[in-house]
């Protein structure tokens, strides 16, 4: 591939990142924290084609050769990341993924709010390693979005990540009381509820997935960022 190409492939890329990094689709693809080096990586990139541009103009012509036009499906990823933004991963991911949850090395105390917002996480957390003492006699309200069980059970869930959404893992709660009587995968909702000690276990990975007593629940536009970070 000549060098004018690689100093465009360079530039659509970085300004592909710049894009992203500038607007809130960088958060299908990494945690929030990782903006500036998304930002420096776009100026990076920029930079080097500029300059691979500005060389390649000064240079003497050397003799060209024939490059193979395969080469030029390396711009696809590009023109892909420019043109169609994909979304965030739901309930197809979330299914077939076993529940992520980890024991936390303490709990805050809850805010005096009725209902209590809390992460999903954070609740699923309380209700089983701290046996729900945090959360008894207390109304709770969670934001998730929804995946239907083989067997039709209905869970909230948020996907969590260390890094970015290639590291994404979910993290399940199980619904019960007074659960809409249709629901639609991916659906976002705001659920309001109590907390109660029933359990299941995750088919994927047998672990652990609190239930949550629903007394309202509210479909609700995706937040700006899709993922919970840990």
């Not at 690689?6 to 299908?28: E, I, K, N, V």
């Not at 390693?129 to 934001?143: A, E, F, P, S």
């Not at 067997?151 to 619904?175: E, F, H, W």
């Amino acid at each position: 591939m000549k060098r004018q190409a690689q100093a465009a492939l360079l530039f659509l890329l970085g300004a592909s990142l710049l894009h992203a990094g500038t607007t809130d689709l960088y958060l299908r693809y990494v945690k929030s924290g990782l903006r500036p080096l998304l930002l420096l990586s776009a100026a990076v990139l920029i930079t080097a084609a500029l300059a691979t541009a500005w060389y390649e103009r000064k240079a003497p012509t050397p003799p060209t050769h024939p490059e193979p036009r395969i080469s030029w499906l390396l711009a696809l990823p590009v023109l892909a990341l420019i043109l169609v933004a994909p979304p965030a991963l739901g309930s197809y991911s979330a299914l077939r993924t076993g529940t992520a949850l980890q024991e936390p090395y303490g709990y805050e105390e809850l805010p005096p709010h009725d209902p209590t917002p809390l992460s999903l996480p954070d609740y699923a957390a309380r209700a089983v390693y701290d046996q729900g003492r945090t959360l008894k006699n207390r109304r709770v309200q969670i934001t998730g979005f929804v995946a239907l069980s083989p067997s039709g059970t209905p869970y909230l869930v948020r996907m969590t990540l260390n890094c970015c959404a290639a590291d994404a893992q979910p993290i399940k709660i199980a619904l019960t009381g007074e659960v809409p009587p249709v629901l639609r995968p991916d659906t976002w909702l705001r659920v309001t509820g109590t907390y109660t000690p029933r359990t299941t276990t995750d088919p994927v990975n047998g672990a652990p997935i609190p239930y949550l007593k629903v007394t309202k629940a509210t479909p609700t536009a995706p937040p700006k960022d899709p993922y919970d970070e840990t």
